[in-house]
T-cell receptor, first 113, second 117 residues
């Protein structure tokens, strides 16, 4: 069965500092990988996705992620965060059945001034 | 493009009553819609998958008779929480997958906050 593990439940960081949110997945088949952001009391917004091709994926709001097949990781990075990046971030993998997304537990990014 | 709406955004109901939540794809046809439940500070839990014109497929542990899902058209799916109880209070989020979308992307609605008193 496929699964996703987000290694950090909370990541505090100062404004303008770089940040990395970690995500590891397990799968025996090819995967599609996603990062979503959720602001308080809102739905999910897609940040970026990896389907195939280049392992470095660039998304919205200056975020990027790198697919590492050997380490089964898909870590999210941003070189300089803003206060407005404070939110919940979810890593997800698309399972083989009916296009179901399997989500990680989420990481709360807290950007401090 | 690819906008999904939910209505209502917030609803408060009394224990024992039923509540209907609508999920609409505004600018595309959604052959498949998904319903998720999210508890505070927790990840999303898939409740069911619905295909237009077919019965929904529920995830293990989700009560079919309590959470009624209808996907009657390519732009509308509804979730009805029947005989709601306080433990049903949660944030419910739907998503929709576009017809002929080879990238399998799901577009998410803004969510509905249900509070059962």
């Amino acid at each position: 069965a496929q699964s996703v593990t987000q290694l950090d439940s909370q990541v505090p960081v100062f404004e303008e500092a770089p940040v990395e949110l970690r995500c590891n997945y397990s799968s025996s088949v090819s995967v599609y990988l996603f990062w979503y952001v959720q602001y308080p009391n809102q739905g999910l917004q897609l940040l970026l996705k990896y389907l195939s091709g280049s392992t470095l994926v660039k998304g919205i709001n200056g975020f990027e992620a790198e697919f590492n097949k050997s380490q089964t990781s898909f870590h999210l990075r941003k070189p300089s965060v803003h206060i407005s990046d404070t939110a919940e971030y979810f890593c997800a993998v698309k399972g083989p059945v009916r296009g179901k997304l399997i989500f990680g537990q989420g990481t709360t990014l807290q950007v401090k001034p | 493009g690819a906008v999904v709406s939910q209505h209502p955004s917030r609803v408060i109901c009394k224990s024992g009553t039923s509540v209907k939540i609508e999920c609409r794809s505004l600018d595309f046809q959604a052959t498949t819609m998904f319903w998720y439940r999210q508890f505070p500070k927790k990840s999303l839990m898939l409740m069911a998958t619905s295909n237009e014109g077919s019965k929904a497929t529920y995830e293990q542990g989700v009560e079919k008779d309590k959470f009624l899902i209808n996907h009657a058209s390519l732009t509308l799916s509804t979730l009805t929480v029947t005989s709601a109880h306080p433990e049903d209070s949660s944030f419910y989020i739907c998503s929709a997958r576009e017809r002929r979308d080879p990238d399998y992307e799901q577009y998410f609605g803004p969510g509905t906050r249900l509070t059962v008193t």
